[in-house]
């Protein structure tokens, strides 16, 4: 019975694997919102930056965590209510070590892009964007058509 039991568990990992995978390229099976993201070339995407998304009755806000960063040289686009984060991680300087040197490199470098659904949609133009300490905060106004509106009851 232990076998079975065991077949069922590693199927069940398989279908979770294959709906992140699904996920990465777009695609949702689960019925979350919209994600694409990649960090470098290897064998598996990462989210990066890691986000924090909120909301108010104005504003959606972005927080995204992008240590080590060139200000100059990130990229931040918006259509409707997609937001798309791009950019170059720049090496170590000064640091020369071979690859085949290395024991573990978990602070890649590289190109990157994330793109994901906010959720409103948002004033492209009135947008704001800051970047310090290794955190980039956004500030995206909500469109007119997005704001909740306060409809009065009459009493016939």
């Not at 909301?55 to 960063?69: F, H, I, K, S």
């Not at 720049?90 to 892009?113: K, L, N, T, W």
């Not at 905060?137 to 909500?142: A, D, E, G, M, S």
Request: glycine fraction near 6%; proline fraction near 6%; aromatic fraction near 8%.
């Amino acid at each position: 019975m232990t076998g079975t039991w065991e077949w069922f568990r590693e199927m069940d990992r398989m279908r979770r694997e294959m709906d992140r995978l699904f996920e990465n390229v777009g695609f949702s099976p689960t019925g979350r919102p919209f994600q694409r993201y990649s960090f470098l070339p290897g064998s598996a995407a990462r989210s990066y930056p890691l986000v924090k998304v909120s909301e108010d009755a104005e504003n959606v806000y972005v927080q995204a965590l992008a240590p080590g960063m060139n200000p100059e040289s990130l990229q931040i686009q918006t259509v409707r209510n997609q937001l798309t984060i791009s950019g170059e991680k720049e090496a170590s300087a000064g640091q020369e070590v071979r690859p085949e040197a290395y024991h573990r490199c978990e602070r890649a470098a590289g190109s990157f892009i994330r793109s994901f659904t906010l959720p409103a949609e948002v004033e492209q133009e009135k947008a704001e964007a800051e970047y310090k300490n290794g955190l980039l905060r956004i500030k995206l106004p909500k469109a007119e058509t997005a704001k909740p509106r306060q409809i009065t009851v009459k009493v016939a």
